[in-house]
């Protein structure tokens, strides 16, 4: 329990702390776009809170949504749209008030603006127009995926960011297979309704020892990040109905060095006999299933092999 003493010097930092970021540069004419939290209130930064306020304008992706945050943390400052579908007239908009010397606000859903959300055409629109934009940096799904997951380190800090994977599966297994040939660790987001299915896919193409991270309602009351072997996945989600709900993010580990070095003796030896018994397409589906190999590199030293095999 905090006592009175104790409450007294919290409030004196906080006001110390309030005063500081309230000293700042403030410039006008300039568009802040504004990391805004991915769940929990409560990661809103002190200069955000300040942006926000101090903003004559926000734009915001849905108005809706964005005045409960605001409302939470009692920000007045009124609210326009600025979503996927007018960003060329709001950014038009902004640019009009930036250049009369108003400070404006550009917020998303949740997260950074202009990573995957929209956003990023009204920034480009605002430095073509020669304004100023400044960032203020907030919560983000990625990196807080990342951190969570051990898939970089200080020696390796190489990862990619691929977004949402395409909803129809061919499609889907076409670009699990180029960017998962990557030599880092690639983070992406899918649904609720599909990250079963599209696990699956990132197995078929990956091969069952490759680590995968699944990070699911992020800073949120039931967030779980669990990290394992792709074999596991499929066992995983059967063993809780929720596992399957919640907002995603996905973070497919590098492949260890030997999947991308000289494939083993053994390997070449299996995928020969099977060439000489059944087709191309099942011979690459039990050489990826026993070494753990990619899809794409086992189907690629497949179709070379087999003239010798045939």
């Not at 000293?23 to 802040?32: E, S």
């Not at 992706?61 to 749209?81: F, H, K, N, Y």
């Not at 051990?150 to 180029?178: C, I, Y």
């Given at each position: 329990m905090l006592e009175k003493s104790d409450v007294q010097t919290s409030e004196g930092s906080w006001k110390r702390l309030t005063e500081r970021v309230e000293?700042?540069?403030?410039?006008?004419?300039?568009?802040?776009v504004v990391a805004t939290p991915i769940g929990n209130l409560a990661d809103l930064s002190l200069r955000a809170l300040h942006t926000l306020s101090r903003?004559?304008?926000?734009?915001?992706?849905?108005?809706?949504?964005?005045?409960?945050?605001?409302?939470?943390?009692?920000?007045?400052?009124?609210?326009?749209?600025a979503h996927r579908h007018n960003e060329a007239q709001a950014g038009q908009a902004i640019i009009e008030r930036l250049?009369?010397?108003?400070?404006?606000?550009?917020?998303?859903?949740?997260?950074?603006?202009?990573?995957?959300?929209?956003?990023?055409?009204?920034?480009?629109?605002?430095?073509?127009?020669?304004?100023?934009?400044?960032?203020?940096?907030?919560?983000?799904?990625?990196?807080?995926?990342?951190?969570?997951?051990?898939?970089?380190?200080?020696?390796?800090?190489?990862?990619?960011?691929?977004?949402?994977?395409?909803?129809?599966?061919?499609?889907?297994?076409?670009?699990?297979?180029?960017?998962?040939?990557?030599?880092?660790?690639v983070v992406m987001f899918e649904s609720p309704h599909r990250v079963r299915v599209a696990l699956a896919d990132v197995l078929e193409v990956c091969g069952p020892n490759r680590q995968v991270t699944i990070a699911r309602e992020l800073t949120k009351r039931f967030e779980q990040v669990v990290t394992m072997s792709l074999s596991g996945v499929e066992a995983w989600f059967a063993t809780d109905s929720h596992h399957e709900q919640g907002e995603f993010v996905l973070i497919v580990h590098a492949a260890p060095q030997r999947e991308v070095g000289v494939i083993d003796a053994d390997t070449l030896a299996l995928l020969d006999i099977l060439l000489e018994t059944v087709s191309v397409r099942d011979a690459v589906k039990v050489v990826t299933r026993v070494s753990g190999l990619p899809r794409d590199t086992v189907y690629k030293l497949a179709l070379e092999r087999q003239p010798a095999a045939s």
């Open positions: 000293a700042q540069d403030w410039p006008a004419g300039a568009l802040y903003c004559d304008v926000i734009a915001a992706e849905d108005t809706r949504s964005s005045r409960q945050l605001l409302d939470a943390w009692g920000i007045t400052t009124p609210l326009v749209a250049q009369a010397g108003q400070r404006v606000g550009l917020i998303s859903d949740a997260g950074a603006p202009g990573v995957s959300d929209p956003g990023a055409r009204i920034v480009r629109a605002c430095q073509q127009a020669g304004c100023r934009v400044i960032p203020i940096p907030g919560a983000s799904a990625v990196l807080a995926a990342l951190m969570a997951s051990g898939a970089t380190s200080d020696e390796n800090p190489a990862f990619v960011f691929a977004g949402f994977m395409p909803s129809k599966a061919m499609a889907r297994r076409k670009w699990l297979q180029q960017w998962c040939a990557m030599p880092a660790p």
